[in-house]
């Protein structure tokens, strides 16, 4: 299984994870992920194209879990737009049979932006995975 990690490139994976200006309940989810410590007892591995899309298509196609946190310094209310990028690809991984979150443990898809360009963490993938996320965050 592959967890999606946006907003890095591949080669600091390792030092962004240690580093990361992310909460600790969702570095805490991340370590339980990458050790084998989660529900299902496999490792996961990291993953990451650098586009929002294909890295979904990936999620799809292979399972795993997508993740674009917010980031406490510089974008604490995420930095996807959820009226035109979160919103949109969240409805077509649930048709697809995933689920979609936000940092806030509430469906993706019952979020109402009260602005157009108003953005939000985002979280994608398998109903179990986002089903343990939920319970991290």
Not at 2 to 15: A, G, K, P, R
Not at 22 to 31: F, G, I
Not at 116 to 124: G, K, L, N
Request: proline content about 5%; glycine content about 8%; hydrophobic content about 35%.
């Amino acid at each position: 299984m592959l967890i999606y990690i946006c907003l890095i490139s591949f080669l600091m994976l390792e030092y962004f994870f240690m580093q990361c200006r992310w909460t600790d309940s969702l570095k805490n989810y991340l370590k339980a992920l990458k050790t084998g410590k989660n529900k299902s007892g496999e490792k996961y591995t990291s993953r990451y194209v650098g586009s929002m899309v294909g890295d979904i298509h990936r999620t799809l196609m292979y399972g795993g879990v997508f993740l674009y946190p917010s980031d406490t310094d510089k974008h604490p209310n995420g930095n996807l737009q959820l009226l035109y990028k979160s919103i949109p690809l969240g409805y077509l991984v649930e048709q697809a049979g995933g689920k979609s979150l936000t940092s806030k443990r509430q469906p993706l898809l019952s979020v109402r932006p009260k602005k157009i360009h108003e953005r939000a963490p985002c979280f994608f993938g398998s109903p179990d995975n986002i089903k343990e996320l939920k319970n991290f965050l």
